[in-house]
């Protein structure tokens, strides 16, 4: 009988079927058998007695802002951070750095630090930006995961929202190159306008923030941009939705046939727009925090399986980009920071809601790995891929606090919320990453993610 690298026993673990009693083996980082009462040896062996073996998260939507601005989030704090919180694999947004992410040579640059530093693996987006179409092509034959563009201002001069044209012309050899446009919709015209009617009243109060970016804002773009995926062909997936209205027009969408999947985030399901009144620039993010009507219909969107998968879009800055005594609410740095908690909240909302577990895997890890290129390896606890866990237990809760929040600067919308679950170990690739509150951060065992070659469609 052969022996194992790490055998998982006595676990509840989490298939795409639902939830069984089994054992797992793990051989040269991979999953080698699965099986009741599995009498291999092992190297290694974890006990998950009365846990939950979840697929390791996939987030598709992190910021993490290095070369050039480490001191924001870098890949050695935000890897330890997302695997304190069961996440294997993150895909790193291209608009922080420095450079961003929009040519070939930024990219290399990117991975070299990520395969350098990150404690788990990783994907990397690359970008649409007014003037980069002809670097598109070596981006996606490089290994991109796919493309993000802005359709609203995204304060970072370096990587500037897209126009109409601009849009149309990416789209198009997007869609020619096999891959996903990422958008963040929020109509440009509206939300600069607002905000400029408002800094011209000197209104600068969280409920004139909200004002400034309407749900109307976001369900023009939304709807403008499926106008262009029907014309372009190109594969479209709406990131942080905050809406039910924009969310029930991508389903119509998807009902005609378009090719569309839609994220939302922890944060617009777990808060509303009264903790952007009380807790101020820590609350701050674009689309803004929703009334609690909105929130209770998003909620009840994803009982409904509406939503395609979650994402934490963990955006950081350092304290000083959102401190009150500087920054107004409308100049602060909008951004949540909370890349660890997205699958804790997810459970937190399972639990609640009667919501089954397997649907949370699909959410966290098969989804995203499916539409991604990346399920060959990755998103299923099966045979043949990658070794990637969340182990986690309900018979504890957990409570955020600057002490075992792992991201480099502390001040975050979660903290103080208690969740009713902890993640006991995370691993990747066979090896423990995390383990009963201890990161085990000396070694940096991510490599960078590829997804499976595409080929190019010829006119």
Known sequence: MEKMNLMIRNGTVVLPTGLEQIDIGVKDGRIHILGKNLLNDSEKIWDATNQYVFPGMIDVHVHFSEPGREHWEGFRTGSH???????????????????STVTEEALSKKANLGNEKSLVDFSLWGGLV???????????????????????????????????????????????????LALHSESVAMTDWLKEQKEKEGKFTADDYLET?????????????????????????FVHISSAEALEIIQQAKTRGLNITVETCPHYLLFNHQDLRERGTVAKCAPPLREKDEQEKLINLLIDQKFDMISSDHSPCPYELKDPK???????????????????????????????????????AQNPAERFGISDRKGQIKEGKDADFAIVTLDKSFTVTEDNFYAKHKESLYLGHTFPCVITGTINRGNVVYENGRVMGSTPYGCWVKPVVTEIVSN
Not at 81 to 99: E, H, K, Q, S, W
Not at 339 to 344: A, D, H, K, S, V
Request: charged share 15%; net charge negative.
């Open 213 to 237: 970016r309407p749900i109307m804002a976001e369900v023009e773009a939304v709807q403008r941009a499926i106008y262009y995926s029907e014309i372009t062909s190109c594969p479209l997936h």
């Open 130 to 180: 007014p003037g980069n179409e002809g670097d598109l092509e070596a981006l996606a034959e490089s290994g991109v995961i796919g493309f993000k563009a802005f359709l609203s201002a995204t304060g970072n001069q370096d990587f500037e929202s897209v126009d109409d044209i601009t849009l149309l012309n990416g789209m198009k050899q997007i869609a020619k190159l096999g891959k996903v």
């Open 326 to 364: 500087v920054h107004n609410l409308f100049q602060a740095w909008g951004g949540i920071s909370g890349g660890q908690f997205t699958l804790m909240s997810i459970i937190e909302l399972a639990v609640k809601y009667d919501i089954p577990f397997e649907s949370v895997a699909k959410w966290t």
């Open 81 to 99: 951070m997302v695997a304190a919180g069961g996440c294997t694999t993150y895909f790193d947004m291209p608009l922080n750095g420095i450079p």
